[in-house]
């Protein structure tokens, strides 16, 4: 199943530029092995803010929903989903 992920990330401004810069890193490798793993499909950045949409697969909601919260920046992020359906022009 595939689903359509926003989420805007809101690192509190209280974090020193190097907890930022590890937690970001670190995002980074997670990402990277989300996408190896096949759950990761497209990632986009929103233009002027700190938003992107991505393109997940997961067998449901609770398996992408482990994959979310997996990532390190998951608990400064607001998240919306949506799971998506074949357009019938797909098939």
């Known amino acids: 199943m595939e689903f359509l992920v926003r989420f805007e990330t809101n690192l509190p401004e209280t974090m020193s530029a190097e907890e ?5 890193s ?3 490798e997670r990402a990277q092995e989300l996408r190896q793993s096949g759950i990761l499909k497209k990632l986009w950045r929103v233009p002027g ?3 992107t949409v991505g393109l997940w697969a997961a067998v449901d909601a609770t398996e992408l929903h482990a994959a979310l919260a997996s990532l ?3 608990a400064w992020m607001d998240a919306t989903v949506e ?4 357009h019938p022009q797909e098939k």
């Open 83 to 86: 799971p998506l359906a074949t």
């Open 20 to 24: 930022i810069a590890g937690l970001k």
């Open 72 to 74: 390190p920046q998951f």
């Open 26 to 28: 670190a995002e980074r």
């Open 49 to 51: 803010r700190k938003a």
